[in-house]
């Protein structure tokens, strides 16, 4: 299985400030015949399901704000947050789709300082 | 609107079975793959399983291999993923997630979510 691993754990940061979410992956999840990197990113809040903000590492779903950027490719792979805003308290995850099983990192939580 | 919705929380004594629904609405169902996910209380999510609607076909992680069974209907209006000989550590928010198109491989981006079901085993 391809593992994912997120640093940090947990972060705080002041409003307005830059958010940086890192994700590793145990093996390539660009796929070469398409250059595609098979990483997607989510957002989940307290009681809600986890919501789509990234897919083939960069590429940001509809309705996202620009504050929030990916980027990365092979195994390393990056989530930021521009200026932190309240609404953006959440749990972040990073998912490879490259194989199955499509496995999630175990998430970090982003608060507010 | 797009949606998938799920039946409601199961209570289930240890070794029973429980199966959960969902039902997607605003998109044709038969079109895309079916993921199951789940996520214990205050942990991180596990993806399980998905189903071809258009196929049958499926694929579940090796941990569940032999105790989990994803199904759509015959009129693939409804999916269903059901566990057996449940544990306590079964316990866990399950849901659904809509992947690639029918189509296509199943290595896609899940851009469409259920709310969830809860599911204690207790």
């Known amino acids: 299985d391809i593992v994912m691993t997120q640093s940090p754990d947990s972060l705080a940061v002041s409003l307005g400030e830059r958010a940086t979410i890192d994700c590793k992956s145990s093996?390539?999840?660009?796929?070469?015949?398409?250059?595609?990197?098979?990483l997607a990113w989510y957002q989940q809040k307290p009681g809600q399901p986890p919501k789509l903000l990234f897919y083939?590492?960069?590429m940001r779903e509809s309705g996202v704000p620009d504050r929030f950027s990916g980027s990365g490719s092979g195994t390393d792979f990056r989530l930021t947050i521009s200026s932190l805003q309240a609404e953006d308290v959440a749990v972040y995850y990073c998912?490879?789709?490259?194989?199955?099983?499509?496995?999630f990192g175990p998430g970090t939580r982003v608060e507010i300082k | 609107q797009m949606q998938l919705v799920q039946s409601g929380a199961e209570v289930k004594k240890p070794e029973a079975s429980v199966k959960v629904s969902c039902k997607p609405s605003?998109?044709?169902?038969?079109?895309?793959?079916m993921h199951w996910v789940r996520q214990a209380p205050g942990q991180g999510l596990e993806w399980m399983a998905w189903?071809?609607?258009?196929?049958?076909?499926?694929d579940y992680a090796q941990k569940f291999q032999g105790r989990v069974t994803v199904t759509r209907d015959t009129s693939i209006t409804t999916f269903s993923m059901e566990l057996s000989n449940l544990r306590s550590d079964d316990t866990a928010v399950y849901y659904c997630?809509?992947?690639?198109?029918?189509?296509?491989?199943?290595?896609?981006?899940?851009?469409?979510w259920g709310r969830g079901t809860l599911v204690t085993v207790s």
């Open positions: 997630a809509r992947g690639a198109v029918a189509a296509a491989r199943p290595n896609w981006h899940f851009d469409l």
């Open positions: 189903i071809n609607p258009n196929t049958g076909a499926t």
């Open positions: 605003g998109y044709t169902s038969i079109d895309y793959y």
């Open positions: 093996q390539s999840v660009l796929f070469s015949s398409n250059n595609r990197d098979y």
């Open positions: 083939w590492a960069s």
């Open positions: 998912q490879q789709y490259y194989r199955s099983p499509f496995t």
